[in-house]
T-cell receptor, first 114, second 108 residues
C-alpha cells in the first residue's frame, strides 16, 4: 500500500531536549511538508521541500530544522529553541509540476513537553 | 484578520440532518478550494476540491465556491454518525492555507 508513515505516534520531551520526528512516503512524490496543528488554529506550515537536498521555511520555522537527503524521507527536528512545542505534527506529500497538487497526509505525531 | 476564517464549532446535529459548513477568506488570488475530513487523532484526508467558482457534487457531499463573496461551503446530506469528524477548509494559489476546522458530531 502506498502512503505516508510517521513515527512515533506519541512523543514526550523534556524541556531543553531536541527530538526528531520521522516521516516516510512511498508515493514517489517530490514535495513534502511539515505542519503543526494546534486547537483552534488549523494547520500551519513549518517547512517544505520540493526536491531532494532543498527545503524552504514555512510560516513558523523558528525552533525547527529539517533535512531532505532522500526523496522518501523528510525528518523534522524540534529543537530546544522552540518555546512551545506541544502540538500535533503532520507530515504531507504531493506531486509537483501540475497545477493542482493534492496533499496526502500521514497519521501525525503528538508531541508533549513535560 | 486571518487569511481563512472557519467557525470551529462544535456543531452537533441529529442523524439524517443536512449539515452546512462554511469558510470565508480574504485573498482573492486563491484558485483551488479543498475540504479535508479529519477523524480524531488521525491525519486529514481530502474530501473534495474545486477549481475556481461553482458547485461540485460527490454522493452526499456538495462543495460550493462563491469567489465574488470569498465564501465556500460544504453541504452534507443525510448525515451519518460516521460523518462525525473535524472538517477543514483549505485554499491554494501558490501556498496552501487552512481554516481552523469545524468539529462535527452526528448523533444517532
Amino acid at each position: 500500500d502506498g502512503g505516508i508513515t510517521q513515527s512515533p505516534k506519541y512523543l514526550f520531551r523534556k524541556e531543553g531536549q531536541n527530538v526528531t520526528l520521522s516521516c516516510e512516503q512511498n508515493l514517489n512524490h517530490d514535495a513534502m511538508y511539515w505542519y503543526r496543528q494546534d486547537p483552534g488554529q488549523g494547520l500551519r506550515l513549518i517547512y517544505y521541500s520540493q526536491i531532494v537536498n532543498d527545503f524552504q521555511k514555512g510560516d513558523i520555522a523558528e525552533g525547527y530544522s529539517v533535512s531532505r537527503e532522500k526523496k522518501e524521507s523528510f525528518p523534522l527536528t524540534v529543537t530546544s529553541a522552540q518555546k512551545n512545542p506541544t502540538a500535533f505534527y503532520l507530515c504531507a506529500s504531493s506531486k509537483t509540476g501540475v497545477s493542482y497538487n493534492e496533499q496526502f497526509f500521514g497519521p501525525g505525531t503528538r508531541l508533549t513537553v513535560l | 484578520q486571518k487569511e481563512v476564517e472557519q467557525d470551529p464549532g462544535p456543531l452537533s446535529v441529529p442523524e439524517g440532518a443536512i449539515v452546512s459548513l462554511n469558510c470565508t477568506y480574504s485573498n482573492s488570488a486563491f484558485q483551488y478550494f479543498m475540504w479535508y475530513r479529519q477523524y480524531s487523532r488521525k491525519g486529514p484526508e481530502l474530501l473534495m476540491y474545486t477549481y475556481s467558482s461553482g458547485n461540485k457534487e460527490d454522493g452526499r457531499f456538495t462543495a460550493q465556491v462563491d469567489k465574488s463573496s470569498k465564501y465556500i461551503s460544504l453541504f452534507i446530506r443525510d448525515s451519518q454518525p460516521s460523518d462525525s469528524a473535524t472538517y477543514l477548509c483549505a485554499m491554494k494559489e501558490d501556498d496552501m492555507r487552512f481554516g481552523a476546522g469545524t468539529r462535527l458530531t452526528v448523533k444517532p
